[in-house]
């Protein structure tokens, strides 16, 4: 079964301050991970996904196979990443459809 | 260019009542796809269309649902007896590739928040 796990749901941090979303996944096959970004009042939006490697906003995430997490990072939080943080995966090959976790809510703080 | 576009933007139903959600995908996206979101959830896949193909319909969890996408542009996504538990945002993406190895990027549109009474 396909399962993507964020522990956590509701992360609070001071700006400036390190911050980690946790997120977990299940899958037999070698799946594509990404991590999908909501502002207040805005629709769903891709932030990173494991094969580009990049770092967007200065968020990075790294798959991890041995643990099977794909944890996103930023060592700097900032008052405007505040939003709600979705992990997902899209199984290998076929049909593409993303299995999304439940969602953080990351409240940074002045 | 536009971004994905849904309407109605809030749906109200009694009870019992046939909705229908329409989702413009971007121009040119082969692929769309229909999520269900309810509260405090993450999204959850219901079906995807390729073209005007609907390839993969394993998401949506009743007869009930019914969607569509005739002439591959343009797509339905339509409701029969609404029930309580069918109150939550559907949310249609569009992507370009054809759903074959490997991913492509995933526009959302805004969503229709459709509450049943």
């Known amino acids: 079964a396909q399962r993507v796990t964020q522990p956590e749901k509701l992360l609070s941090v001071f700006k400036g301050a390190p911050v980690e979303l946790k997120c977990n996944y299940s899958?037999?096959?070698?799946?594509?991970l990404f991590w999908y970004v909501q502002y207040s009042r805005q629709r769903l939006q891709l932030l990173l996904r494991?094969?580009s490697r990049e770092s967007i906003k200065g968020f990075t995430a790294d798959l991890n196979k041995g643990e099977t997490s794909f944890h996103l990072k930023k060592p700097f939080a900032q008052e405007e990443d505040s939003a709600m943080y979705y992990c997902?995966?899209?199984?290998?090959?076929?049909?593409?459809?993303?299995?999304f976790g439940k969602g953080t809510k990351l409240t940074v703080n002045p | 260019g536009a971004g994905v576009s849904q309407s109605p933007r809030y749906k109200v139903a009694k009870r019992g009542q046939d909705v229908a959600l329409r989702c413009d995908p971007i121009s040119g996206h082969v692929s769309l796809f229909w999520y269900q979101q309810a509260l405090g959830q993450g999204p959850e896949f219901l079906t995807y269309?390729?073209?005007?193909?609907?390839?993969?319909k394993s998401g949506l969890p009743s007869d009930r649902f019914f969607a569509e996408r005739p002439e591959g542009s343009v797509s339905t996504l339509k409701i029969q007896r609404t029930q309580q538990e069918d109150s939550a945002v559907y949310l249609c993406?569009?992507?370009?590739?054809?759903?074959?190895?490997?991913?492509?990027?995933?526009?959302f549109g805004p969503g229709t928040r459709l509450t049943v009474l």
């Open positions: 899958y037999s096959g070698s799946p594509e």
């Open positions: 993406a569009s992507s370009s590739l054809l759903g074959l190895a490997g991913s492509d990027t995933q526009y």
């Open positions: 997902a995966l899209s199984p290998q090959g076929g049909s593409e459809k993303l299995v």
């Open positions: 494991h094969i």
């Open positions: 269309f390729q073209n005007e193909a609907q390839l993969d």
